[in-house]
């Protein structure tokens, strides 16, 4: 049986404060992309208490997603956003998630964004990478960005770091690893930035910035 609204409310408030949480419960943060960065960053920001989370994604779940993306194996052929909402319900039953199954493009991100105050960038294209980077700071005026590169292979978990770019840009991940070459996404690696991610998104709701 799910606990009340009231107890999770106060199970969070008990956990982090009251004023942490009302920043927290008070924010709407967007995730774009649902693959192994953007289900785990969900997951994480489901938990700490983030009151609305827009889930972005066209696609759909497959198998080769299962090793590192927040879906289970009954799920593989339905819409990524729809299904990890069905997941987040089972974790945050009273957060407030608005999935979208829809392509993010040049021409649609502003509009899709507007009611961000921050947004994450989990793509694995690099063009659709620059895309979201380059509409939310020129069209989002008032929106962080969280974003990530590079996160393949057996590499020292110690390389995956966070830097802020510019004022409200922030980029995490070791910035050299590429999927395409060697071994590919393991989950270890990829959960760590999305940790990074998810991380820097409660820092920059709480008022706690990057030098």
Same mark, same amino acid.
């Given at each position: 049986?799910?606990?009340?609204?009231?107890?999770?409310?106060?199970?969070?408030?008990?956990?982090?404060?009251?004023?942490?949480?009302g920043?927290?419960?008070?924010a709407?943060v967007?995730v774009c992309g649902?693959?192994?960065?953007g289900s785990?960053?969900?997951?994480?920001?489901?938990?700490?208490?983030?009151?609305?989370l827009?889930?972005? $994604?066209? $696609?759909?779940v $497959?198998?080769?997603n %299962?090793?590192?993306?927040?879906?289970k194996?009954?799920?593989?052929g339905?819409r990524?956003a729809?299904?990890?909402?069905e997941?987040?319900r089972?974790?945050?039953?009273?957060?407030?998630?608005?999935?979208?199954?829809e392509r993010i493009t040049?021409e649609?991100? @502003?509009?899709?964004?507007?009611?961000?105050?921050?947004?994450c960038?989990?793509? $694995?294209?690099?063009?659709?990478?620059?895309? %979201?980077v380059?509409?939310?700071?020129?069209?989002?005026?008032?929106?962080?960005?969280v974003a990530a590169s590079?996160?393949?292979?057996?590499?020292?978990?110690?390389?995956?770091r966070?830097?802020?770019i510019?004022?409200?840009f922030?980029?995490c991940?070791d910035?050299?690893?590429?999927? @395409?070459?060697? %071994?590919?996404?393991?989950?270890?690696?990829?959960?760590?930035?999305?940790?990074h991610?998810?991380q820097t998104?409660?820092?920059?709701?709480?008022?706690?910035?990057e030098?």
């Amino acid at each position: 049986m799910f606990p009340s609204e009231k107890e999770w409310t106060d199970a969070l408030i008990a956990r982090h404060g009251a004023a942490l949480h009302g920043r927290f419960s008070a924010a709407t943060v967007a995730v774009c992309g649902l693959g192994g960065l953007g289900s785990n960053v969900a997951v994480a920001l489901a938990r700490a208490g983030v009151g609305t989370l827009l889930l972005i $994604d066209f $696609d759909r779940v $497959d198998l080769s997603n %299962l090793h590192r993306q927040q879906y289970k194996a009954e799920q593989i052929g339905r819409r990524k956003a729809e299904a990890l909402a069905e997941n987040l319900r089972e974790i945050a039953p009273y957060a407030a998630l608005r999935p979208l199954a829809e392509r993010i493009t040049e021409e649609n991100a @502003a509009r899709l964004l507007k009611d961000a105050d921050v947004v994450c960038e989990a793509f $694995d294209d690099a063009a659709a990478k620059a895309m %979201l980077v380059n509409a939310v700071l020129e069209r989002l005026p008032r929106a962080y960005l969280v974003a990530a590169s590079g996160m393949a292979g057996l590499g020292t978990p110690n390389s995956i770091r966070t830097r802020r770019i510019t004022e409200r840009f922030y980029l995490c991940g070791d910035e050299r690893s590429d999927a @395409a070459e060697g %071994l590919g996404l393991l989950a270890p690696r990829v959960m760590l930035c999305a940790a990074h991610q998810a991380q820097t998104v409660l820092r920059i709701l709480a008022g706690e910035y990057e030098v």
